[in-house]
Nanobody, 122 residues
Framework: VQLQASGGGLVQAGGSLGLSCAASGLRTRDYHMAWFRQAPGQERELLAASRRSGGEPYYADSVKGRFTISRDNAKNTVYLRMNGLKPEDTAVYYC????????????????WGQGTQVTVSS
C-alpha cells in the first residue's frame, strides 16, 4: 500500500493551494480518508475527514470554512483544497486511511502518506 501526497509549496497569506493524495494497493472506497498536519513541536492534528460511508465531511474548527476535502474513488485519490491560508497553517500535511470507527484519532489510521510541506508567508 502506498499513499503519494503532492501539491504542497510556498504561498502568501490569503492564497490557496490544492493537495492530492493518490492511493495504490487499496481501494479508497473501502476507507475513511483524512488529512492531518503537524507543525514543529506540535502534535499531529486531524484537519478533515471523508468517511467511507459518505455523509458530511468532518473539519477541525481551525480550518472549517477554508479547507475542503473531496475524494474520487474512481481515481483512488483524495484531495484537500485550502483557501484563505494563514501563516499558522504552515506544517507538513499528511493523508491517511482508516477502517476504524474511531476515525477521529490518528492512532487508528493504518496507512500514511509521506507528507508534503506547506509554508504560508505573512
Amino acid at each position: 500500500v502506498q499513499l503519494q501526497a503532492s501539491g504542497g509549496g510556498l504561498v502568501q497569506a490569503g492564497g490557496s493551494l490544492g493537495l492530492s493524495c493518490a492511493a495504490s494497493g487499496l481501494r479508497t472506497r473501502d476507507y475513511h480518508m483524512a488529512w492531518f498536519r503537524q507543525a514543529p513541536g506540535q502534535e499531529r492534528e486531524l484537519l478533515a475527514a471523508s468517511r467511507r460511508s459518505g455523509g458530511e465531511p468532518y473539519y477541525a474548527d481551525s480550518v472549517k470554512g477554508r479547507f475542503t476535502i473531496s475524494r474520487d474513488n474512481a481515481k483512488n485519490t483524495v484531495y484537500l483544497r485550502m483557501n484563505g491560508l494563514k501563516p499558522e497553517d504552515t506544517a507538513v500535511y499528511y493523508c491517511a486511511t482508516s477502517q476504524n470507527v474511531n476515525w477521529r484519532m490518528a492512532v487508528y489510521y493504518k496507512y500514511w502518506g509521506q507528507g508534503t510541506q506547506v509554508t504560508v508567508s505573512s
